[in-house]
């Protein structure tokens, strides 16, 4: 028996690893929580520069979206059906083109956050399957009124919680962008390289 258990120590030991690699760092409440919590210092810091130096001001907030974002997966939604049509590098490029507009719509949204409280709301629908997706809601107060924001959140390939679709005081930007994507699908002849190029 001892040695039965000589043997199967390092086996054990390692599949113990493996459970515990695969459980993620954060729970996705949490990593909406910090990635809420670093944009937001990011638009109280940058703030003076929408009006004085817009670029500056979005870059900062590009630059925070990036870390938690993963904008390729946000293509991919928005392309919807015509993803299955698109190659990995019209997603890439698409993706690259979705971080500008996100930013800026995200960004010109948030300027008039002051450092009010954030709130997060109580729990909806549970998805059907919670470790693969999932919906944090929040609310913010700027411009004295309330925003609500919901992240629908995802486990990458590195079990990190990433977001992939935003729901911004009720507005689906996924399905907002679709409609605008399937518009110009059909302006350009289902070509998806002229869909990107002419995507403002």
Same mark, same amino acid.
Do not use: C, H
């Given at each position: ?30 990593? /909406? ?41 946000? /293509? ?31 960004? /010109? ?92």
């Amino acid at each position: 028996m001892g040695l039965a258990l000589v043997v199967m120590a390092p086996l054990l030991m390692q599949v113990s690893m493996q459970v515990s690699a695969q459980a993620p760092e954060l729970t996705a409440v949490e990593s /909406a929580e910090l990635s809420v919590n670093q944009l937001l210092a990011t638009v109280e810091e940058l703030k003076p520069y929408f009006a004085t130096d817009r670029e500056r001001y979005f870059a900062g907030i590009q630059e925070s979206l990036t870390s938690f974002v993963d904008f390729d997966e946000v /293509a991919i939604g928005v392309m919807a059906r015509f993803a299955e049509q698109a190659t990995p590098e019209q997603i890439s490029r698409f993706g690259e083109k979705l971080k500008v507009t996100l930013t800026r719509f995200y960004g /010109a949204a948030l300027v008039g956050y002051d450092g009010q409280e954030l709130v997060f709301m109580p729990a909806g629908e549970p998805s059907p399957d919670p470790e693969v997706n999932t919906n944090v809601r929040m609310q913010i107060s700027a411009n004295n009124s309330t925003v609500e924001l919901q992240y629908t959140l995802f486990l990458n390939e590195n079990r990190e919680w990433k977001l992939k679709n935003l729901f911004l005081g009720g507005i689906n930007l996924r399905r907002q962008y679709f409609t605008q994507f399937s518009a110009l699908m059909n302006r350009y002849g289902n070509d998806i390289d002229q869909v990107i190029d002419n995507w403002q």
